[in-house]
């Protein structure tokens, strides 16, 4: 048997490639869309793709399983639990199987069978793959996707938090309370693979190692260790991170199965004044230089979400599906610059414009201040000081007369801020909040102050925190 695991970083992805050997067939388990690389290790080991599983329609990224359908004529096994909430839209264009609870298929000589595992979303399910082609006679391990992690599970509050379902947090909860009864139940040697590691969204406390296995998790993953459903409930709903507004379209756009790839190529705007073209008609203006660099000049009307491994999560929050997109970009960087939007649908690039021609007219800036600066403007009621981190991060301490805005809806609550003011920018280091002074000043807030290093910066110099009561 052939295994090969693949990890995208700026969503903290996991996804597999596995192959039967002898008989030269390989199935992809929870596909990103970017499937290349899946493809180029397939022909590598000399194994042809021909099916794509998913354990689950996932809200967090464009699913790679229609387009591997039609470049390699992939046959797609999915989830038929849930009820017709959960059920894929897009069946009529690929071939495919429905699974459930008990059932079983095999790719080549290696098997897998689908136990039934919500809490995380209603449909979900995991597989358990036993090398039959090796002569296996016992399961080898347990792809969970969203249902266990390394040290976490799936948060079930998403449908709730994201699409509005009320009361679907609860009973999410409580599914995933069952569910781990049948992990539980499994041999402690299986291994297991799932769909997400740190840095994701997708839980709230997720390990970085990349796999485990079931003994471990039973000794050391805390939802493992809670037999009192109440409790487990409690806990498990507590603490949950902000989930990116893009999520909820995710889980639309893969239930009714997602666009293929647009491989046109993104081309070149030669001067400004083509920018400024684009600007009027309303199109998203996205630099993604390193925030130090957008400080010291950028394009008025622009947001910077720097390209790093955040990148993609805070694409998510801000861009609106609707929107054409203008890249303020080098050339060099705008294939993995496209590669990483389209990762979350956001396929909309028509243009992009090196920097230096974006900036060859009139800029605008911000100004970076330190924390002992910020102690002397706190006094002064002309500024005012926004927090933007995650709920989480505020509840364990904040600067006293700061204003909590969690970054990702800081654009659409800006009437909650009082006017008139200079506002300074704060978070955990100063990394969030160089991408908020850059809403402010693109929202038409002019007078916006970046504090550097953010709240971590303010208790290193044992300066006065507060906390909620």
């Given amino acids: 048997m052939f295994f090969r695991s693949f990890f995208y970083e700026q969503l903290a992805h996991m996804s597999y490639l596995v192959g039967c050997q002898r008989t030269g067939e390989a199935i992809v388990i929870d596909p990103g869309r970017s499937i290349d690389w899946y493809i180029d290790t397939a022909k590598k080991e000399g194994l042809r793709i021909v099916a794509a599983a998913e354990t689950h329609i996932h809200a967090d990224f464009v699913s790679g399983a229609k387009e591997l359908a039609k470049r390699c004529g992939a046959k797609l096994y999915l989830s038929d639990e849930g009820d017709e909430n959960w059920k894929y839209q897009y069946l009529n264009e690929v071939d495919y199987e429905l699974v459930k609870e008990g059932s079983i298929f095999t790719v080549g000589n290696v098997e897998f069978q689908v136990i039934h595992t919500p809490g995380h979303t209603p449909e979900h399910i995991s597989f358990i793959l036993t090398d039959k082609g090796g002569g296996a006679k016992e399961p080898m391990g347990i792809f969970t996707g969203d249902f266990v992690f390394v040290g976490d599970v799936g948060r079930p509050d998403l449908l709730e938090k994201a699409a509005g379902i009320f ?50 998790e039973k000794l050391t993953n805390w939802a493992l260790k809670i037999e009192d459903e109440e409790e487990f409930v409690k806990l498990l709903l507590a603490g949950q991170p902000e989930p990116p507004k893009y999520f909820a379209m995710m889980k639309q756009v893969n239930k009714i199965g997602p666009e293929y790839l647009n491989e046109e190529e993104v081309p070149a705007l030669p001067t400004r004044e083509q920018l ?65 939007l389209a990762y979350i649908g956001l396929d909309r690039i028509v243009a992009y414009i090196e920097p230096v021609v974006a900036l060859s007219g009139e800029v605008e800036r ?75 000043q693109a929202k038409g807030v002019k007078q916006v102050l970046n504090l550097k290093g953010g709240y971590l910066a303010w208790v290193q110099e044992k300066l006065p925190i507060a906390r909620k009561a």
């Fill in 276 to 340: 400024e073209e684009y600007q009027s008609n309303g199109v998203f203006i996205l630099d993604v230089r390193p925030p130090q660099e957008f400080a010291n000049a950028h394009y008025a009307g622009s947001i910077n979400i720097p390209f790093n491994k955040s990148f993609t999560n805070w694409a998510g929050w801000f861009i609106n599906y609707d929107q054409d997109i203008v890249l303020i970009a080098s050339q060099e960087d705008v294939q993995a610059i496209r590669k990483a």
């Fill in 167 to 216: 009361g679907t947090a609860d009973i999410g909860a409580r599914q995933m309370f069952q569910s781990l009864k049948k992990f539980k139940a499994l041999p402690d040697y299986l291994k297991v693979w799932p769909a997400h590691g740190a840095g994701s969204a997708c839980g709230k406390a997720l390990g970085a190692v990349p796999s485990s296995t079931v003994g471990y």
């Fill in 366 to 440: 911000y100004e970076e201040i330190d924390v002992q600066q910020l102690r002397q403007y706190l006094q002064d009621e002309h500024y005012h000081l926004i927090d933007v981190r995650n709920q989480a991060e505020w509840d364990e301490g904040y600067i006293e007369g700061a204003q909590h805005i969690m970054l990702g809806t800081l654009a659409d609550r800006l009437n909650e801020i009082p006017e008139g003011k200079t506002y300074i920018v704060q978070c955990q280091s100063g990394a969030r909040s160089a991408i908020g002074a850059s809403i402010l």
